[in-house]
């Protein structure tokens, strides 16, 4: 994307954004973006939490999807998108009136986060990801701390799996996030990160 689609794209609202990316996807990505949604779904369901907690892990998963969905597009993770799937994550922690539970959630933002900050020094991503990084972190962390880190691993190892099959040194990372927070979210649910 050049200088001047980048400032086109803040100042289209984010809905305009995803009906556009919707409209010109491919049908393997239709695909790929609805099963993720179902698999967001389905995730809210194999937790043990109130069923506040449990419509807030879903809403993380959606919101991450349909941010990946348009990172594809754009090579961009919208902003408010990122805060509606932090505040979700935020919400989901708090619901479940633990201290503890909301720490573990801000340290896992934190750590997904610096996770990311790092390889941005060091390889260039762009601090959307770094963004979505902490937002994964935070949705995961409040089950385990080590969820964090699990799920930046896998994110990286996808990105780096599908560059390498691909041939592609730039791609965007917001579909490799959104799996392993899903691949996160899973193994905390069924207890292998406790």
Known sequence: MNTLESIHARS???????AVVWATAQPITRRAFVAALVTSAA?????????????????????????ALVDVHEHRLPNRLL?????????????????RT???ALAGCGLGAGLMLLVRMTRGV?????????????????????????????????AAGYGLLAGRRRLPLGP??????????AAGAVGWLS
Do not use: E, N, Y
């Open 12 to 18: 289209v609202p984010t809905a305009d954004r995803v």
């Open 83 to 99: 805060a509606a799937a932090f505040l979700s994550a935020a919400v989901g922690a708090s619901a479940t009136l633990d201290v």
């Open 102 to 104: 909301v720490g573990l």
């Open 43 to 67: 995730l809210a369901t194999v937790g043990t939490g109130t069923l506040a907690q449990r419509w807030c892990i879903a809403a993380v998963g959606v919101v991450l999807a349909v941010a």
């Open 126 to 158: 762009g601090m959307g990801d770094v963004k979505m990084a902490g937002v994964v972190g935070a949705g995961v962390g409040g089950s385990a701390l080590v969820a964090a880190p699990v799920a930046i691993a896998v994110a990286a190892s996808v």
């Open 176 to 185: 490799a996030l959104w799996l392993g927070w899903a691949v996160a979210t």
